[in-house]
């Protein structure tokens, strides 16, 4: 008995289903999946309505193969660090460090808008 040349091919299949009621919803597709299909049938034995189902099957033979020109951004990182180098990036800042007055974020030019309004209207009624 011959061996057969397909067996050993990698196949992978897949089935995207969408369905919905011309009368309800259009063109619109109102159910998705497995069951869309079903659905649209019981919608349509339900209410007499004309329902549609549009199924996609796709299929896959073999296995992408992996770009050589890609470096693993793992590898890379200990590539650099294990020769002694630094990293690109700055480092990170420790968030619970104490900041300097000189850094600090001032309000925003609308509440500062707003508090000047309000000495102004407490100036007019003096």
Do not use: N
Request: charged letters at 25%; glycine letters at 8%.
């Amino acid at each position: 008995m011959k061996r057969s040349p397909f067996t050993s091919r990698l196949t992978s299949t897949s089935r995207d289903v969408r369905a919905g009621c011309f009368v309800c919803h259009g063109t619109d597709a109102r159910w998705y999946g497995g069951q869309a299909q079903g659905t649209a049938a019981r919608h349509h034995d339900a209410t007499g309505h004309a329902t549609w189902s549009d199924v996609i099957l796709s299929v896959r033979y073999g296995r992408e193969e992996a770009d050589a020109r890609q470096i693993d951004i793992e590898d890379s990182i200990a590539a650099r660090t294990s020769s002694g180098g630094e990293p690109d990036a700055a480092p990170l800042t420790d968030p619970d460090a104490p900041v300097p007055a000189s850094t600090r974020v001032s309000a925003p030019k609308a509440a500062q808008s707003r508090q000047r309004a309000r000495g102004r209207e407490a100036g007019a009624h003096l």
